[in-house]
């Protein structure tokens, strides 16, 4: 999931402490609204602890009910995607459905190297992606070892 619509109004804040816009706000919830409707709860969040990204995971978490199922990885932030594919290989097998929360370009990359896309995917502001992995165990994972289930964006859902 990339995360939700940021607020840009207060020019002093720094781009990790910018905090989520009304729209934002709204979507996170309505995206996680969505996931219970498709029955694909992920177990877990892997989050960046920016303020943006952690607040929507923390949003989308509360509605799903797994508030306490939120880790927040400060290389999430640095946006490499090297960076998020070793900590997910680390990740216990026992979550057979994670989501990760993070930021632009990384996600759109990520989810193209996941499934050995070109052009990239596209992913707006809350767009959330299903990957279906054909692996048996998260150390596994690796560049196209994923394939593209579904990309739901909040204007497909309701205009915010």
């Keep these: 999931m990339r995360h939700a619509k940021s607020d840009w109004e207060n020019s002093n804040l720094s ?3 910018r905090p989520l816009n009304d729209r934002g706000n709204k979507a996170a919830p309505l995206m996680a609204e969505e996931i219970i409707r498709l029955d694909k709860l992920p177990q877990i969040i892997i989050s ?3 303020n943006r990204a952690k607040s929507t995971a923390q949003l989308f978490a509360k509605k799903i009910g797994i508030e306490n199922d939120i880790i ?3 290389n999430f932030y ?3 995607i090297d960076d998020i594919v070793e900590f997910v290989k ?3 097998d026992k979550f057979s459905r994670i ?3 993070g930021h632009n370009p ?8 996941l499934i ?3 052009p990239y995917i596209v992913m707006s502001t809350a767009a959330i992606a299903s990957i279906n992995f054909d692996i048996k165990k998260w150390s596994k994972l690796k560049f196209g070892t994923g394939s593209l289930e579904w990309l739901i964006k909040p204007k497909d859902l309701q205009n915010l």
Excluded at 108 to 113: D, G, K
């Design 106 to 113: 990384t996600m759109e990359s990520l989810v193209s190297y």
């Design 15 to 17: 781009d990790f402490d």
């Design 78 to 80: 640095s946006g490499y």
């Design 99 to 101: 989501m990760i929360v």
């Design 116 to 118: 050995n896309n070109r």
């Design 90 to 92: 680390s990740v216990d």
């Design 72 to 74: 927040f990885e400060r």
């Design 48 to 50: 960046s602890p920016a």
